[in-house]
């Protein structure tokens, strides 16, 4: 249990920090999902929409610290990749 002002302060900026970073998270997964989705249905205009969509996720998460530009490089291009893969 934190018994200084500056680490009381400090559990508070990142249990906020903590529920930011997991919301964007959460919206990235569930855009890439949707992308996938589209691609294995077959539906090549929904799944170049929802590939825009989730590389856009992407991105802003690299923006708010949450995902290591490399990481989110590798994410986009495997996303890429499956979703023309699936869509033939």
């Known amino acids: 249990m934190a018994n200084t002002a500056s680490q009381i302060k400090r559990n508070r900026q990142n249990s906020k920090r903590h529920a930011r ?32 969509a989730a590389q856009a996720r992407i991105d802003s998460s690299v923006a708010k610290g949450v995902l290591h530009p490399r990481t989110a490089a590798r994410r986009k291009s495997r996303l890429t990749r499956r979703v023309r893969d699936q869509l033939g």
Request: glycine share 4%; proline share 0%; charged share 35%.
């Open 21 to 52: 970073n997991l919301a964007v998270r959460s919206e990235m997964k569930t855009r890439i999902k949707k992308a996938e989705a589209a691609a294995a249905a077959g539906d090549a205009a929904a799944a170049e929409e929802a590939l825009r």
